[in-house]
């Protein structure tokens, strides 16, 4: 069988209802299917979650909240032991911090960088990052490049593909919630997996509690996280 589609896999903590308006404007991109993570939400998103699988997604539920990291690993084991076909998945936010333009920019770079991890860069240059904040962000790049030796301007951000030939290993990756992200970039460089990066819309930031499920922002847990890699070089 021919592969050339992608999966969308989205993990997910009491997500807003926008999610489903975002979900049905996915449908109409190219990809096989939509994964969604309810990773221990509330009983009172329950009806959300039921209105995606009505809407076609994948749905597949934790009984408690574990973390990110630990919800796109799940949808990563439900891909190894599916019938699903697919050169690989976009794992997206579930908050509104990633376009649909955003993801469709994702999977038009598959044809290009088809072999490695690619990620979506975001430009932090607008009204809702401070200057702290994209200082913050080139100096997360310049400890990861001198800590490994790899040059990445996003080394935070969700919006990432990840070929198919890749699951076997970052399935194992550690981390459950936040570290995975970074956890999968060292991971890959140490198996000399090709890491690309692409450039989409500006970053953004929301002032509540479940953005920082999908991302850490504080720079002490960064650098914590970077030191603990680094270490076990």
Not at 53 to 66: A, D, F, I, P, S
Request: aromatic fraction near 10%; charged fraction near 20%; hydrophobic fraction near 40%.
């Amino acid at each position: 069988m021919k592969i050339e589609a992608v999966i969308v896999l989205i993990p997910a903590l009491n997500p807003l209802s926008t999610i489903i308006e975002f979900v049905e404007k996915l449908e109409k991109l190219a990809v096989v299917k939509i994964i969604i993570v309810n990773d221990g939400s509330d009983e009172k998103y329950n009806k959300t979650f039921e209105t995606l699988h009505n809407k076609g997604c994948v749905v597949l539920t934790h009984e408690q909240n574990y973390g990110k990291g630990h919800a796109i690993k799940t949808g990563i084991h439900f891909l190894l032991h599916s019938s699903f076909h697919a050169k690989g998945i976009v794992t997206v936010g579930a908050h509104g911090q990633h376009s649909v333009l955003d993801v469709e920019q994702m999977i038009a770079s598959t044809k290009v960088f088809s072999d490695g991890i690619v990620l979506g860069v975001r430009e932090f240059k607008n009204s809702d990052y401070s200057m702290i904040h994209q200082l913050q962000n080139r100096a997360n790049s310049m400890l990861f490049e001198l800590f490994f030796h790899k040059r990445l301007l996003d080394i935070q951000t969700g919006l990432r593909y990840i070929p198919r030939q890749q699951f076997a290993w970052l399935h194992q990756v550690k981390g459950e919630s936040y570290s995975f992200d970074t956890n999968m970039l060292v991971e890959a460089i140490r198996r000399k997996v090709p890491i690309y990066e692409v450039p989409i819309g500006h970053a953004k930031l929301r002032k509540n509690s479940v953005i920082y499920y999908d991302e850490v922002i504080h720079p002490a847990k960064i650098l914590q996280q970077l030191w603990a890699n680094f270490k076990r070089k």
